[in-house]
């Protein structure tokens, strides 16, 4: 009886949830504690050694407009993919729950298919498909146009970003759609609802939270991505995750690459908390 | 021509044939239920019509328009869904405006139509609630409110009631009624409860395994059940075994293990097997050793308004109801005596595939 006594109990919960606990600890707050920690450290040029305390590097990222322009673009540019992917992957969630088998097995996977390869090995093909000899110039040279410089920019990165990031949108939007009763679609239909309005009044607002987990995985990872931007974006497009890299491996200025990593932590959950809380705020009552 | 006919239509969902071949005409403001066991095709021959399942063979008309293959939007039919199907995410009143919103009715005009549909619901307090904060009953009313409020010339009906307790379906029994009286409003409604469809139908249609076996007012579904499926599934039967005796014009006597009973049954033959079909409430209880069938009680269950017998005899174990008048009933082995008028007796052809057990018809 005294293993049931109610300390038991307390501690029951505790027990249970250490392994997991343990893991996240190590694995996740202990290099960003570390991280954190460095990012408040002396650093310097002449030797490279780190020590002492100062707060001198968030200053200098915070007044610089170098830094700011970049923090600017990553933000801009993880905005715009999440939006796009939005637009592009609600639809194609709801073609795809419409869809009769075999064929939705078929798209699905199709869908899916780009989680199965590299980002880097992906990156390649978009830089070798927009390059200069690549055979979109190839076929505009051919027209008559003549070369466009596609590598670099911002969209490029935003549109490889949302080839990335479909899958993310797609799978939570897709999930909620399979939990929705048909016939409450049908219902708006039954009272001379046309389709459109239907999806727009009954199926959008119920598949809001499917949505919203959506953007979050897409902004959050396209805010922090690096691979993308790091092959698309080149020297010329530097985007936060890049900075933070250039500064450990090229500057060797480890504390300012922590303070950089830092900031964008802090601003992306800034950002996510902030849509969480709107949107989320918004049909709580309703969906429960 | 019919307002609402159905002509032939077959569903077949694989090899499964839901529905086959039925065939129904409704005039315009009759009230028409559907009743039937569970999957027999309720549910699917209503969605053929509000067209939200294909029809496989077969036509629908309505008002004179084939609509056979007409879009679900452009029907508008008033339908409450078995699941309810309510919008989630919009608040009762919302939910119940939402179909006068689409017939572009003026707000001024909703906002009286909503709170008269909610009245006739008893839901007038609920306008500002969620769906998921509602009881099952009263998501159902809210249901029934959002279908009746765009007052459509058909309501399609998919178990409206089935989830309100007997005082309230009886309430609101009265008021589907009310409506398609003052209204006109033509309604087919599904249900698998007997006394529900008997009281407020002006035909009840019998289905069974995807057919449609009887199509009658309810005294005559009652009364003159046309197959012994259902006289079995409407209400309570005792059916008897056996066989012609002796055949004289129009009439022959049966010997029910080897009590004679004259009944009506022209055509039958000499020797030919039938089912004898007597309702329990037609059954006469006297004092032992009168009577055609001597008995003794074996089991006796108030029903309120009634007791309900189980009478062991030499035919097995007959049900017999009576009116509580009052009086003291009977005591659990007091023998007995059966009788009933030959007139109450109808006669099947044949014999049932398995005898009924009264004590599993008697829950
Ligand atoms: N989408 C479907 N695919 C395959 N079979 C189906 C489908 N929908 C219904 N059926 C089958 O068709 C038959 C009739 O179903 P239906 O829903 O019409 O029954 P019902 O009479 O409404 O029953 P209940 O009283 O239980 O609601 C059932 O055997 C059911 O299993
Ligand atoms: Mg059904």
Request: a neutral charge; glycine letters at 8%; hydrophobic letters at 45%.
């Amino acid at each position: 009886m005294e293993a049931t006594g109610p300390g038991a109990r307390r501690s029951t919960p505790l027990i249970l949830s250490a392994p997991a606990a343990l893991l996240f600890a190590s694995l996740i707050l202990t290099p960003l504690l570390l991280t954190a920690l460095l990012s408040f450290n002396e650093f310097e040029h002449a030797t490279g050694r780190t020590h002492g305390f100062t707060v001198g590097h968030y200053l200098a990222v915070l007044t610089d407009e170098y830094y700011l322009e970049i923090f600017l673009r990553t933000f801009r540019v993880a905005a715009l993919a999440t939006a796009i992917c939005v637009i592009v992957g609600v639809p194609e969630a709801y073609i795809l729950s419409r869809m009769r088998n075999p064929w939705r097995s078929v798209f699905l996977l199709v869908v899916l298919a780009p989680l199965l390869v590299s980002v880097v090995v992906r990156a390649f093909g978009w830089s070798m498909l927009l390059g200069p000899e690549g055979p979109i110039n190839a076929a505009l040279v051919a027209l008559g146009i003549g070369r466009v410089r596609m590598l670099y920019t911002e969209w490029t990165v935003i549109v490889a970003l949302v080839h990335v990031m479909l899958p993310f949108m797609i799978i939570p939007v897709w999930t909620s759609l399979q939990k929705l009763d048909p016939a409450v679609e049908q219902a708006a239909l039954s009272f001379g609802a046309s389709r459109a309005t239907a999806i727009v009044r009954v199926v959008a607002p119920q598949i809001l939270p499917g949505i919203l987990s959506g953007s979050l995985i897409v902004f959050g990872l396209s805010a922090s991505a690096f691979a993308i931007p790091g092959l698309l974006g080149g020297r010329r497009l530097k985007m936060v995750a890049t900075v933070v890299y250039d500064q450990y491996l090229s500057d060797l200025n480890w504390p300012m690459g922590a303070t950089v990593a830092v900031l964008l932590l802090a601003a992306n959950l800034v950002v996510m908390l902030t849509y969480h809380r709107v949107v989320e705020g918004h049909y709580r009552r309703r969906l429960g | 021509m019919s307002f609402l006919e159905l002509r032939d239509i077959t569903k077949r969902y694989g090899t499964l044939n839901a529905v086959s071949d039925v065939t129904l005409s409704v005039e315009k403001g009759e009230f028409v239920s559907l009743l039937g066991p569970s999957g027999c095709g309720k549910t699917t021959t209503l969605q053929m019509i509000a067209g939200f399942v294909d029809v496989t063979a077969g036509s629908i008309r309505l008002d004179g328009r084939d609509i056979t293959h007409a879009k679900a939007n452009s029907r508008g039919l008033g339908i409450v869904f078995q699941s309810y199907a309510l919008f989630p995410h919009m608040t009762v009143y919302d939910n119940v405006s939402f179909g006068l919103e689409m017939q572009r009715v003026p707000k001024s005009d909703r906002k009286d139509r909503v709170e008269e549909a909610l009245g006739l619901v008893h839901l007038s307090a609920y306008a500002g609630r969620y769906p998921r904060e509602l009881s099952g009953g009263q998501r159902q009313r809210v249901a029934l409110a959002r279908a009746i409020v765009i007052r459509p010339p058909v309501l399609l009906l998919d178990e409206p009631l089935s989830n309100l307790d007997a005082k309230l379906r009886e309430a609101m029994q009265f008021e589907l009624r009310d409506i398609q009286r003052k209204v006109g409003t033509t309604t087919v409604m599904v249900t698998h409860d007997q006394a529900e469809a008997f009281s407020i139908s002006d035909r009840v249609v019998v289905m069974e395994a995807g057919r449609i076996t009887q199509i009658d007012e309810p005294y005559r579904i009652y009364e003159h059940p046309e197959t012994e499926f259902i006289s079995r599934f409407v209400g309570k039967t005792n059916m008897l075994p056996g066989t012609v005796q002796t055949v004289n014009g129009g009439y022959a006597s049966v010997s029910l293990a080897g009590v004679p009973v004259e009944v009506e049954a022209p055509g039958v033959a000499l020797g030919e097997t039938l089912t004898l079909c007597i309702r329990p409430e037609k059954l006469r209880l006297a004092g032992a050793g009168q009577g055609r069938l001597p008995g003794r009680v074996s089991v006796r269950y108030f029903l309120g308004s009634q007791w309900l017998y189980h009478i062991d005899g030499p035919l097995g174990t007959l049900m017999a109801v009576t009116p509580n008048d009052g009086s003291a009933p009977l005591d659990v082995d007091m023998p007995v005596g059966i009788d009933w008028s030959p007139s109450v007796v109808r006669v099947h052809r044949g014999v049932m595939a398995e005898a009924p057990d009264p004590a599993l018809e008697a829950e």
